[in-house]
């Protein structure tokens, strides 16, 4: 049962190139398992979130951390009456233009592109992606995905100025996207904020009474799990309040986008465009515990010197096989070699670069700046 807010796949606005309905899967069923097929879905499987391997081989990786989102997103898509298929899609597609190195990774290529001009984003890289680099079908280049699920991926969690990016006007830039992506911003910050706090405590850099000085959430849930879990190990009664958070934020977002959609009046994907607003929102006060949250994983565990060398070796590794590539663009392999035609060469090296996973930038690093 869909409300009357959310997006309808017969309602699409369709693919860049035509093709006939498939028997028995909708278009958007189509783009979540193209997604689930492409190279780069795969890749994420050996992309850092937050920890390398080096910590440990049962913490996330971006294909992990992938997979959560899907699963919190369909859940809350379905308790919302919005369309489960299209937000799986969205959620498995969101984190597919991330570099190696995680946020390191990032930071470390765009510094390198703004010294050539130009910038390194992983919302136009993704759509670069799905749209180019992915070669599975005769017919055409890239995945050929829905609309909705291209719009998605500029929309996350990000506005573009349509000034400044005329490339993408078919997006409809002024316009806000439809509640399933809206949504994909927030299942992220639940799954990460609430996931690292677990993978940060496990690799020792969080200890709970630290978490519990910051975050009254935290706190106020761990003395609950301790009052009913008494002679229980400690690392079970930290599960237990984390569960109890995870639930607070989703059940929050379910309440309070429910009641925003009510006082917004909006009866359609288009009201839902047109309203000034996002509309997926937590409320005042669980907004106020996430970002409390989350400025403390900053501090204490993004920023913080169990991981420092880490981000080092990111930055380091990252600018000096840049650095090589710009110099020996002969050592980039064929298929790199002959873009430049279509895009100059920092382009090449950095899509190059961002579509590789952590083992193999290294060995690529040890092959070329180690010699
Ligand atoms: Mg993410």
Not at 176 to 201: C, F, H, R, V
């Amino acid at each position: 049962m869909l409300a009357d807010f959310a997006v309808r796949v017969e309602q699409s606005h369709g693919r860049r190139y035509p093709e006939p309905q498939h028997p028995y899967r909708n278009d958007f069923q189509r783009d979540r398992d193209r997604v689930v097929h492409a190279r780069a879905f795969r890749r994420l499987e050996a992309k850092t979130q937050v920890f390398t391997r080096r910590y440990s081989d049962h913490f996330r990786n971006r294909l992990t951390h992938t997979i959560e989102v899907a699963q919190i997103s369909r859940t809350i898509a379905a308790q919302l009456g919005l369309n489960t298929d299209l937000a799986e899609a969205l959620a498995l597609v969101h984190d597919l233009g991330h570099p190696p190195f995680g946020h390191s990774g990032e930071k470390a290529l765009d510094s390198i592109m703004r010294q050539h001009g130009l910038r390194f984003d992983h919302n136009l890289h993704a759509l670069r992606i799905v749209e180019d680099f992915e070669l599975r079908y005769a017919a055409f280049r890239g995945l050929n995905l829905t609309f909705e699920v291209r719009e998605g991926i500029i929309k996350h969690s990000h506005d573009y100025d349509p000034k400044e990016h005329p490339e993408l006007a078919e997006y409809l830039l002024d316009l806000k996207p439809p509640l399933e992506a809206q949504l994909i911003d927030l299942t992220d910050e639940i799954a990460y904020s609430t996931a690292d706090l677990d993978d940060g405590y496990e690799a020792h850099l969080l200890m709970i009474d630290q978490i519990a000085d910051t975050s009254d959430l935290f706190k106020l849930h761990y003395q609950e799990a301790k009052r009913q879990y008494r002679g229980v190990a400690e690392k079970l009664v930290f599960n237990e309040a984390l569960k109890s958070i995870f639930d607070v934020f989703v059940g929050d977002l379910i309440t309070n986008t429910r009641e925003r959609v009510q006082f917004a009046k909006v009866h359609s994907v288009e009201d839902v465009r047109r309203y000034p607003e996002r509309i997926a929102a937590f409320s005042a006060p669980v907004e106020e515990h996430r970002l409390k949250l989350k400025e403390f994983l900053y501090e204490n565990l993004y920023y913080s010197p169990g991981l420092a060398s880490e981000k080092e070796d990111a930055e380091r590794i990252t600018r000096e096989l840049f650095a090589h590539w710009m110099e020996e663009p002969d050592d980039l392999p064929r298929n790199y070699r002959d873009k430049p035609g279509h895009d100059p060469l920092p382009r090449v090296i950095c899509d190059y670069i961002a579509g590789m996973t952590d083992p193999f930038i290294y060995q690529q690093y040890e092959k070329y700046c180690c010699g």
